[in-house]
């Protein structure tokens, strides 16, 4: 299991970027980035741009539920794809405001343009479990939590999916 701090987590070809982390709401944490300086593109299935210079990344740590999402937009502020982590814990770091979320390995990713769902990483989870870095009953609640994001996708029902970004874009 993996913690993965919002201010920081998945910028690892980003040199430069400007965020803003929002603690206000009573249902999550909300942090926005604006990618300034990209060394390299990153391109999911062979076409799509999800980070270069000028996108953004807007992470949802939802305070009560076991995931944990990122949205990807570009640099019009269109929405490009969501991605769920799984999560054991989610919080907030009190010495330092912030959030921060417990990855549990199998992730679930929507495009936006075509709502073509895909499941990722169930081969982490399961060698994790094979080496009992997680437990059964851990195992057990990735896969319910799985099945209850599959469901609120499909019925477009997933309240953090549904968050009027636009406002926070517009105030960055």
């Known amino acids: 299991m993996k913690r993965k701090i919002i201010s920081s987590t998945y910028l690892r070809d980003v040199d430069k970027y400007q965020i803003k982390i929002y603690l206000d709401n009573d249902d999550y944490y909300l942090s926005i980035k604006k990618l300034i300086d990209v060394r390299e593109k990153f391109i999911i299935l062979d076409y799509l741009c999800v980070m270069d210079n000028d996108y953004y990344v807007v992470e949802v740590v939802p305070k ?101 970004f636009k406002k926070y874009l517009d105030d960055f």
């Open 64 to 164: 009560c539920e076991n995931y944990a999402l990122r949205v990807f937009f570009d640099d019009k502020k269109n929405p490009l794809e969501y991605y769920f982590d799984i999560t054991k814990n989610n919080g907030l770091y009190e010495n330092t405001n912030i959030p921060f979320y417990d990855d549990l390995y199998l992730d679930i990713t929507v495009l936006h343009s075509n709502g073509l769902t895909r499941i990722l990483d169930e081969d982490e989870l399961l060698e994790a479990f094979s080496n009992r870095d997680i437990t059964y009953e851990e195992l057990g609640m990735v896969y319910d939590i799985k099945d209850k994001l599959l469901t609120e996708i499909k019925n477009n029902s997933n309240k953090y999916m549904n968050i009027d």
